[in-house]
């Protein structure tokens, strides 16, 4: 198989994926100019690491990586800074930890799936991404031990989300995440005031779901 030229497309992705949706911070379009997203991708999707899908990353084939626009719209919103500590929700294969890394000071990559953590932390040795560090954990509870955070990144929809993250912003910390399924998602940002993190509504995004933030049922007499 021919090897494609990963860097053009990543050139292309930004050019055609990326500043046509109003991403138009440029620490950030650097970041997914460099950060090689065929290295957090499985060996047999490598071909297709620039598509402007989401793309299956997990065997147990309920994980996968966001597509391109979403993911970059929501880290836009979060407003990442330089001296910002950094906790991402649903690490998977560590895309998401990797371009954060190249905003912050310091990521917390949470990963429940053993896999996709190995995976990841391999990964990041490799490529030299010495300020990213992967645990391993349930999803809902995030990483309390290293908090408080500046900013949190749920890197999928949920369709609650647990006041446990929230609750692991630092005073002015910001939170995104998509709420909802499928194309009834909508991508919010919570900012933590006075020691309350009140949401608002950003714009649509369809985001495939991280597991375990199902919605409780309610009893049924």
């Given at each position: 198989m021919m090897t494609a030229d990963f860097s053009e497309l990543r050139v292309k992705m930004v050019d055609g994926q990326i500043r046509t949706t109003d991403v138009t911070n440029l620490p950030l379009l650097t970041a997914m100019l460099e950060v090689p997203r065929e290295a957090f991708v499985p060996d047999n999707r490598k071909p297709v690491a620039y598509i402007d899908e989401d793309i299956l990353i997990s065997e147990t084939g309920d994980r996968y990586l966001m597509k391109p626009s979403p993911f970059a719209k929501m880290v836009q919103l979060a407003d990442v800074g330089e001296n910002d500590k950094v906790l991402v929700v649903g690490s998977g294969t560590?895309?998401?930890?990797?371009?954060?890394?190249?905003?912050?000071?310091?990521?917390?990559?949470?990963?429940?799936?053993a896999a996709l953590a190995d995976a990841s932390s391999a990964t990041f040795a490799r490529l030299g991404y010495d300020n990213v560090s992967v645990v391993r954990g349930p999803l809902p509870d995030g990483h309390k031990k290293a908090g408080p955070y500046d900013v949190i990144f749920v890197a999928g929809s949920v369709e609650e989300l647990p006041e446990t993250l929230?609750?692991?912003?630092?005073?002015?910390?910001?939170?995104?995440?998509?709420?909802?399924?499928?194309?009834?998602?909508?991508?919010?940002?919570?900012?933590?005031?006075?020691?309350?993190?009140?949401?608002?509504?950003?714009?649509?995004?369809?985001?495939?779901?991280?597991?375990?933030?199902?919605?409780?049922?309610?009893?049924?007499?």
């Open positions: 560590g895309y998401g930890a990797a371009v954060l890394s190249r905003l912050a000071k310091a990521v917390v990559a949470l990963e429940s799936d929230t609750a692991q912003l630092s005073e002015g910390g910001r939170l995104t995440v998509a709420e909802g399924l499928g194309n009834a998602g909508i991508a919010r940002l919570y900012l933590k005031s006075n020691g309350v993190a009140t949401g608002r509504r950003a714009f649509n995004a369809a985001v495939k779901p991280l597991p375990g933030f199902e919605r409780a049922q309610g009893f049924v007499f």
